[in-house]
């Protein structure tokens, strides 16, 4: 029903760890390709992540790790997002990383003799950067401290856990001695929550109690089951277990007729920068206004999400009070008067795709998308479920 955790599935892709491939999307399975063709190396690689910034990066820091020379390369929107917050911290370690313009990939790896202890302090806070740090630990075998003054995902820290790496946490530090090897073993990864918001928006906005089963409840994820409390809206968790160092649950929604708008900002946003589209549009049928800051990084995803969110917004309502800041934006809600067919451009982005399907399930209006294949990188089953649970 739900795809499993796509951040879980792409680190065990590039660890070589096995598991559930029966229902993934395109970036996993572009990562998963990738790690394969690395594990084979031959001189001159190339490897094509497609639209998996998320592998681009991990596989970044594992390669350099590696002491190998590689090239990667992604399609034209992966090409448009920054991988210098990657590079520059690797090159401190001691990396030869190329990219273009100092910033875009191609990202050439040349061979680099990493030091044998590095201490890194994030300057904002990323599971992918960290991530990328300790996997090239890993790959040199040599030891890293991270210093996370606000915490992220630690997807990679609990499966480098359960595959008993040398790894602790003391304090805000984390702690990796990549001279153990890991052990590999299956891994059974639950549900994406980030997928799952969707559904739980969905069953929100048409009243529906569709429950979503096996769905990923680790604590670094679910910020946005707070949000929704906070709207008037209430998710259930049932038959909560932990296997492979994840915990999952079954979730299903409660809500009150009306939902309330929200401001977001600070050290919530990281743990909530995904769902901030969705949370856009669950605001758009609020009775206040909804209120996001502190969340620039929405600028440099698939899309600029700040920018085409509201410009789509903008089309879907044309009476919706919009203020768009360099860091987020203040929406304030509207009766919508507009039932003509809307089209909403998605800039290959699954998340505005997604987003705005969900939006018209209240309002009963048609929308038109420019792109539908784009939802295939993470949620392949997505209007399949759609038009068999609401339509």
Known sequence: MVP?????????????????????????????????????????????????????RLLTGFITGSGKECTLIGDESLSKRPMDRIAEPLKGWGADIELREHKFSPIKI?????????????????????????LAALSSKTKIEIIENIPSRDHTERVLEECEADIRREGNRIILDG??????KYIDIPGDFSSAAYLLAANILSKKTNRLENVGVNKTRVAFLEVLDQMGAMVMIHNHSVKSNEARAD????????????????????????????????????KSKTIVRDAKELR?????????????????????????????????????????????????????????????LRSGKKVEFDDMECVETSFPSFFDLIEKWYQ
């Open 110 to 134: 040349n061979p680099s003799n990493l030091q044998e202890q590095f201490i890194y302090e994030l300057k904002i806070p990323s599971a992918q950067i960290k991530s990328s740090l300790l």
């Open 4 to 56: 499993i955790d796509k951040s879980i599935a792409q680190r065990c892709a590039v660890l070589g760890l096995d598991f559930d491939k029966s229902i993934i999307g395109e970036d996993i399975k572009n990562t998963l390709s990738a790690a394969k063709a690395f594990a084979d190396y031959k001189r001159d690689l190339v490897l094509n992540l497609g639209n998996s910034g998320t592998g681009m």
């Open 251 to 286: 979730l299903v929604t409660s809500h009150n007729d009306e939902l309330q708008g929200v401001t977001i900002d600070g050290d919530r946003i990281p743990n909530l920068i995904d769902e901030i589209p969705l949370i856009a549009v669950l605001s758009m049928f609020a």
């Open 179 to 184: 001279k153990k090897d890991i052990v590999k």
């Open 300 to 360: 440099y995803k698939e899309s600029d999400r700040i920018s085409l969110l509201l410009s789509n917004i903008r089309r879907f309502n044309p009476d919706i009070e919009i203020k768009e800041f360099d860091d987020g934006f203040e929406i304030e809600p509207a009766e919508d008067k507009n039932m003509e067919i809307v089209k909403i451009k998605t800039g290959g982005d699954h998340r505005m795709a997604m987003s705005f399907m969900v939006a018209s």
